[in-house]
């Protein structure tokens, strides 16, 4: 049974830099695209940014966060990265990793995702 555990978030001045991790445990998640996707209150869930499983790694980004946000993986370590800079008030939320079998990183259907994780909060502050 496969798990996820994300960390990293933290309280953050607007303008800063987090990086968040992912560790994947009970099964090998090279064959699965992963990524993240984040949460602000009130809101629904939102895609991110996602990563495919072979060679460099397709990337796919959520239109705010491109030149910001960087999403990268180590299929040695079962852990995907989110290195967020340039940080703003309204990228505060809960942020979650997921995982989907294959390769695609189209990920506009929430509900094709395998595994999620717990979340971790993230508060940007202005």
């Known amino acids: 049974q496969g798990r996820l555990v994300e960390s990293g978030g933290g309280l953050v001045q607007a303008g800063g830099s987090l990086r968040l991790s992912c560790a994947g445990s009970?099964?090998?998640?090279?064959?699965?695209?992963m990524g993240w996707f984040r949460q602000a209150p009130g809101k629904e869930r939102k895609f991110v940014a996602a990563?495919?499983?072979?060679?460099?790694?397709?990337?796919n980004y959520e239109d705010s966060v491109k030149g910001r946000f960087t999403i990268s993986r180590d299929n040695t370590k079962n852990t995907v990265y989110l290195q967020m800079n340039s940080l703003k008030p309204e990228d505060t939320a809960v942020y979650y990793c997921?995982?989907?079998?294959?390769?695609?990183?189209?990920?506009?259907?929430?509900?094709?995702?395998?595994?999620w994780g717990q979340g971790t909060q993230v508060t940007v502050s202005s």
């Open positions: 997921a995982a989907r079998r294959g390769s695609s990183t189209d990920w506009s259907n929430k509900s094709t995702l395998d595994y």
């Open positions: 009970g099964r090998t998640f090279s064959p699965y695209a």
């Open positions: 990563i495919s499983w072979y060679g460099t790694g397709v990337t």
